[in-house]
């Protein structure tokens, strides 16, 4: 087990402090590189150790409840101790203080490249933390907030029914009323809760569930709709040390991120599950929210972190593995693999999606820390393509990796055949591809005032006219000019076209609308890499440049081109011709 | 259980009656949907019903040997009851006759949508038999061929070693001569051969083993490079009943097709592993290619029957969840998920790969089966792209069925989730897509004569000329035309360029000749369809027509145009830089 894996010193030092300017905020670079390397010896020591042990034995349920790894207990328990699940929680708080841009570039990315099956309980809890700091009393933070931010309970967000997955508005579980006590307003709540990650294991003292349930009204029916949903904290365990009414009715059996035991959870069998309101009736979707956009950006990471691993493995294995002659040389030893072209576009490719989502992640990652309006209007543009991007093209990036590796690619002896299979996961969940992209495309473009947009075109444009003063990249910034050019007009004859029907091809718009953030964001690292002292770090930049530029431009440029020419096809082909 | 995953008689009929005419070779189409009825029967009741469970239970290894699913053992018995192992083999062979075109499509597509892990062992078997049957004496046919085609014993492909997987000139097996005896030249091999799927099994009275190994030369050293391979029958069972020097030295644990045994072997641990040369010495690569052109075929087959049963079980899904409303609307009762047009976009996006992958494999499958030069030429052309196009484009709508479950897809309570993983193979195994696009570059286009894709333009030109007649159409065919224009300017330009840098986007050079394949093919059909009496079927054709011009053919002009513009990035990328 090594480091290399892991997103490298040099790359965070980077990204951080020479592109980002996190020094400005606070924290030097030798000490984010000190807090780095204290996580990657956990990570190596406790996460990565058992990556492959969490694949194949699972989570299991008996009469006691969920049972996972052992070794995560352990893993998490050593997190904990560092004080690691708090570290983006205020001091006052009993955190570390550190910024969201520092905790998920150095923490979050860690962690989730090493075992994001282990580090997902961790990054629930976290979330579940915030939410209730946010919009609980200091009643509610101090009983179920301070325990996970020690690291001693776990937390679960309990949103997806079985009759209704990503509609929420269509959500049966029911809470009744019952008066108020020292922790708030209590209610009894009944109902089936679907997909919930960590939903129960045998890890943590006490879970929190926070779950969105609708108060019953006076006549005792429910709000139609996603009106009336709120949020309502259900611990495993109530205070007075009595097991809560909630039931594991099972686990689901999943392809990849084994390790975290996935729950269907009943609430109310018997008397109904107690819960507690965070802040006001009807208020849980927009709290649910705020921490849904956390857990975006957080999966953007975890599937570039995921890819970053596979791209350094096969780079390693490129680099050991001799076999072949180069094209028109006949005999003489066998060369190592990365001598091949197609190897090494294969490598390059990885390399520039891969540290592409990287470092959109981390620009969002940046954008959750900066205040104003202007750096929120921009976020909310960003998420959904934050959250996608790194999914579909990371997964990508992981084929790529298991290509590199021929035949023992597919093998279970190689690590590449699952982190392709975890990375498969994040496309789905926290709102599928398709969702975002309508997100994307309706909320935060067609539907809105503009000016999210402006300010993107305005920060491009910036780039674009430090690049072009450079010689050697002034056909870059002008390809990058040129293409949100042709953003813009896409989304102007999608505004001619109307909804529903200018939704028709919103993943593929989503999908160019992601490469021209990436194209921009290399150029903009290109600019920054120049200070830095020459060496071969400085040269992958430049090639991931000059590669986004020629080989994927191009093809987003027919994307865009596919979407302009608006076609119902789908929409209008007949169910029998399928 | 049902059929509706399995290949459809109404596809199956069109494809090959109305658009390959295959009644003109001697079957007509009652016959032809009579046997794949009772091969359905068979593929539902005996390899659909344990697909999951092959995945599940492992072949393992003990002392007695490799042990596989009791279920397969079963299910092969009636696929050899039935004689279907022999169904193209000649009747004089105890075969069935069948044309390679009608077995293809009846059969081998049939067993590889329903169990490719248990289709495996007989598809090297078969492919082993007829190796015997073109190159190994009348004896040895008699002898290692016949039990094959009655399905008694299976066969096996021993290529690859450790130190050299696809590089086959690397071999270092060797066969040292002793002499003479009924069954032809006896030899005695020594060496260790790797990734033999069914290399051990406890389903087949014995296993046939062909071997490439070089024969010592008189001073009992090896041939440098390919020269001096030659091909070997080595049988597990020795005639005389005696255990062959054939050792099981440990098998892989793979990602998908698990059911497929897949052995380390170790020939001649003791005295050495008798062996009988077949034909003549240093044949031995001319002869295996004989039958790699086969296997690679039957593998773009494969792949596209995994994909096209991921798109039926997607399509059924699609119909029956509820979930959502239209965008715009509000209330109501949740719709069926395909009536969201992002869904209906990625039903569309599985049909056009899958559907038109599997009339580009039947085009060649046909070829297999006409004589003459011009369609072994044409078929020498096609056969990379028939075994790299589907595996590639039908891996892609694999995981757009696990994108249209959601969460579903993700849990091993649906089969696309194995799918997916089972078709992850086919770009990996016989060649990988790198080895096939050189393959098909340098080979099959830059270093020929030109004939062959004389030939397949001439094929082209008339599928446009017939289609420019017909207004709604000419605007297609025109595309077609100018598409195959801009592949020929590309191919002048890597001329050019020379070898071997003209090779470094040899991928996606193939990815777009492929794509120019599959348009063409879909045009093609689209002309027959319209005899067809007027159905959801037809129209389906239509769809995937446009479809494919309007939304795949200008992300492949993208391709072309990025091979045109030859870069050397990957190539002189500093190893320092990665």
Redesign the interface.
């Known amino acids: 087990m090594s480091r290399d894996g892991l997103p490298s010193r040099e790359l965070i030092s980077f990204l951080l402090f020479d592109w980002l300017g996190e020094d400005q905020r606070g924290t030097d670079r030798d000490t984010a590189l000190s807090i780095l390397d204290t996580a990657q010896k956990l990570a190596v020591d406790a996460f990565l150790s058992c990556y492959r042990k969490s694949d194949v034995e699972e989570p299991y349920l008996d009469e006691s409840g969920v049972h996972i790894l052992p070794e995560f207990a352990a893993a998490l328990g050593q997190f904990a101790k560092l004080g690691l699940f708090g570290a983006s929680f205020p001091e006052a708080e009993g955190g570390m203080g550190l910024s969201n841009l520092l905790s998920s570039a150095v923490l979050h990315m860690t962690f989730a490249a090493a075992n994001p099956a282990a580090a997902g309980y961790a990054m629930l809890t976290v979330a579940n933390a915030r939410l209730i700091s946010a919009f609980g009393s200091s009643e509610q933070k101090r009983r179920f907030a301070d325990p996970q931010i020690a690291g001693r309970w776990f937390g679960t967000m309990c949103l997806?029914e079985p009759?209704?997955?990503?509609?929420l508005g269509?959500i049966r579980t029911r809470a009744r009323a019952e008066g108020e006590d020292e922790i708030g307003q209590r209610y009894r709540l009944v109902g089936n809760k679907?997909?919930i990650s960590g939903g129960d294991q045998d890890a943590s003292e006490n879970i929190v569930h926070l779950v969105l349930a609708k108060a019953e009204q006076p006549d005792g029916t429910l709000a139609?709709?996603s009106l009336g949903i709120s949020l309502f904290i259900v611990p495993k365990i109530l205070p007075d040390g009595s097991r809560n009414d909630v039931t594991v009715a099972g686990l689901?059996?999943?392809?990849?991120a084994r390790g975290t035991s996935n729950c269907l959870l009943n609430f109310g069998e018997q008397e109904g599950a107690v819960g507690w309101l965070v802040g006001r009736e009807g208020q849980g979707l927009p709290q649910m929210f705020m921490m849904m956009n956390e857990a975006r950006i957080n999966i953007g990471i975890a599937a570039a972190a995921l890819a970053y691993r596979a791209y350094r493995e096969s780079?390693r294995y490129a680099?050991e593995r001799?076999?072949?002659?180069?094209?028109?040389v006949?005999?003489g030893p066998?060369v190592a693999i990365?001598e091949?072209?197609?190897?090494?576009?294969?490598?390059?490719q990885q390399?520039a999606y891969v540290e592409g989502a990287i470092a959109l992640c981390l620009y969002a990652a940046k954008l959750v820390d900066e205040e104003g309006e202007e750096a929120a209007e921009l976020l909310a543009l960003l998420t959904p393509v934050v959250k996608t991007w790194p999914s579909e093209f990371c997964?990508v990036a992981n084929?790529l990796a298991?290509?590199i590796h021929?035949?023992y690619?597919?093998?279970?002896?190689f690590p590449v055949?699952q982190l392709?299979?975890d990375n498969?996961?994040n496309?789905?969940?926290e709102g599928?591809?398709?969702i975002q992209?309508?997100d994307l495309l309706?909320r935060k473009l067609l539907l809105s005032d503009g000016r999210s947009m402006a300010l993107l075109r305005r920060r491009i444009a910036g780039t674009a006219r430090a690049a072009a003063a450079l010689p050697e990249w002034a056909s870059f910034a002008q390809a990058l000019t040129d293409y949100w050019g042709e953003v813009e007009r896409v989304l102007e004859g999608l505004r001619q076209c109307g909804?529903?029907e200018a939704?028709?091809?919103?993943?593929?718009f989503q999908r160019g609308f992601g490469h021209g953030l990436v194209a921009w964001l290399w150029l903009d690292q290109l600019l920054c890499s120049r200070d830095v002292p020459d060496?071969?770090?400085a040269?992958?930049i430049?090639?991931c440049v000059?590669?986004f530029f020629?080989?994927e431009l191009?093809?987003a440029?027919?994307?865009l081109?596919?979407v302009s020419?608006h076609?119902d096809?789908?929409?209008t082909?007949?169910?029998?011709?399928?």
């Open positions: 997806s009759q209704a997955g990503s509609s269509d679907m997909w139609e709709g689901n059996h999943k392809l990849g780079l680099r001799a076999q072949g002659r180069p094209v028109g006949q005999g066998p990365i091949h072209p197609d190897v090494r576009r294969m490598l390059l390399k997964l084929d298991i290509q021929g035949g690619g597919y093998t279970r002896d055949e392709w299979r498969r996961l496309p789905i969940h599928t591809t398709g992209a309508i309706r909804l529903p939704l028709d091809d919103a993943t593929l060496s071969g770090f040269s992958g430049a090639h000059r590669f020629e080989a191009p093809q440029r027919s994307w081109s596919i020419h076609s096809l789908a929409r082909m007949p169910e029998g011709a399928f």
